[in-house]
Each structure stands twice: as C-alpha cells, then as structure tokens.
Nanobody, 123 residues
Framework: QVQLVESGGGLVQPGGSLRLSCAASAASGLIFRTYAMGWYRQAPGKQLELVAG??????TNYAESVKGRFTISRENVKNVYLQMSSLKPEDTAVYYC???????????????WGQGTEVTVSS
C-alpha cells in the first residue's frame, strides 16, 4: 500500500506563489526511484488534468497552461514538489499527487493518489 500526503495548498492572490509538497511512503518495498511522480488538478466543473510529471531519472513534462510558471522537482526519491509562480485565478483547483503504475492517466482507479490539497487564487 502506498500513501501520498500532500501539503501546501491555500489562498493566494493572483501573481503570487505557492509550493505544494507530497511525501510518499509504502508498506511494501516499492522502489520509488523507478516510478514517476506527478501532480494533477481538478478545477470546479472541469475534468482532472495532468499538470506536471517527473520521471525516476528526472525528466519533466508540463501542461502547456503552466509551462514557464510551474516547476516540479523531486527530493530523496519519495518527495515531490510543485513550485507555482505567477498564479492565475484559472489555477484554482484541487491538486492531487500521483504515482502512476503504468502511464499517466486521469483514471483514479489506477495508480496511487493523494487526498488532494486545495489551491485558491483570488484577490
């Protein structure tokens, strides 16, 4: 069983910054360094979307809407961060940490998911 615990969400003004953190743990000997980790988000009334991902080797990928503003990073294999800058109201969403077991997917019955942390961008 894998547990993902997110933190760092909150209310921020447009143009501000926020850093999300996710700590992973596993009861079994899951070799985290062989797995990618990522962040998804779901805005009110919208579908879940992949925001950013980072492979075990450190290769990153981003949604077009956040390129140049968000940075994903990984520390000690099991911790993943999402540094969000120049935030916009449209970034308002619940952000979920994810460890995919096959490929990136919005099917939440696949892979491992955190409980989500809410980010609100508003003045």
């Amino acid at each position: 069983q894998v547990q993902l615990v997110e933190s760092g969400g909150g209310l921020v003004q447009p143009g501000g910054s926020l850093r999300l953190s996710c700590a992973a743990s596993a009861a079994s000997g899951l070799i985290f360094r062989t797995y990618a980790m990522g962040w998804y988000r779901q805005a009110p009334g919208k579908q879940l979307e992949l925001v950013a991902g980072i492979s075990g080797s450190g290769r990153t990928n981003y949604a077009e809407s956040v390129k140049g503003r968000f940075t994903i990073s990984r520390e000690n294999v099991k911790n993943v961060y999402l540094q969000m800058s120049s935030l916009k109201p449209e970034d308002t969403a619940v952000y979920y940490c994810n460890v995919p077991t096959t490929s990136w997917t919005t099917d939440r019955t696949k892979g491992y998911w955190g409980q989500g942390t809410e980010v609100t961008v508003s003045s």
